[in-house]
């Protein structure tokens, strides 16, 4: 079966760009870099993205050290099943301005860091480091939990630096298209149809897990 030849590097980036490209961390880099500084939020929010995703690695090399290698995989094609399954479903119900809700949540997030920052000091004159503290905080605390995160764990339970290497790639793709043109960028990609693909996705993950099983 042709899905049984990807490799694991490719796993990983395609997840991250189907998981992340117009979803709330996406925004709040976007609006964050509409802002301030697109240098300093880009390097805020990847150095989150790469926190998130050593950390992830982590536990994906831990899990099978601890777990028998039989039932990591049976945890880790039960939740690209789920994944699958509720980002079909999210398809099916989802309609053409689906992106206007995680924009909303995103803005929400933003503005109550926006007003710490203005408190403290005028927002022409927010230094570089209230800028990079904020875009690390809010990027790691909406990647916390996150799809793209559990998906990393899954993957990297198999082969876990090169896991790393394409989510991370992917991660530099998502930050730097958010901070360069996210606005416009996700007002030209429907949800609707991420939704999609991320669904096809991660059935096919957990269809590859499934073989790995026997």
Same mark, same amino acid.
């Given at each position: 079966m042709l899905f049984s030849e990807l490799s694991p590097f490719a796993s990983s980036f395609s997840s991250i760009i189907v998981s992340e490209i117009g979803d709330k961390t996406f925004f709040i880099t976007a609006i964050l870099g509409m802002t301030y500084s697109m240098s300093l939020v880009f390097l805020g929010s990847y150095t989150a993205m790469v926190l998130m995703t050593l950390l992830s690695c982590f536990?994906?090399?831990?899990?099978? +050290?601890?777990?028998n290698p039989t039932y990591t995989h049976a945890i880790a094609c039960a939740m690209f099943f789920y994944f699958g399954q509720k980002l079909l479903r999210e398809f099916w119900s989802s309609e053409e301005n689906e992106n206007d809700d995680e924009e909303q949540e995103a803005v929400l997030e933003v503005n109550k860091v926006k007003s710490k920052? !203005? =408190? +403290? !000091?005028?927002? =022409? /004159?927010? !230094? /570089?480091?209230?800028?990079?503290r904020a875009a690390i905080a809010l990027t790691f605390l909406a990647e916390w939990g996150d799809r793209s995160q559990i998906t990393t764990i899954a993957l990297?339970?198999?082969e876990t630096f090169v896991v790393l290497v394409g989510a991370l790639l992917g991660h530099f793709i998502c930050t730097s298209t958010a901070v360069l043109g996210g606005k416009m960028i996700s007002s030209k990609i429907s949800e609707k149809y991420i939704h999609l693909c991320g669904g096809i996705l991660f059935v096919l993950?957990?269809?590859? /897990?499934i073989k790995m099983l026997f």
């Open positions: 536990f994906g090399y831990l899990l099978p +050290q601890i777990l920052l !203005s =408190k +403290q !000091s005028d927002a =022409k /004159n927010v !230094s /570089n480091v209230e800028v990079l990297a339970t198999e993950f957990g269809l590859h /897990n």
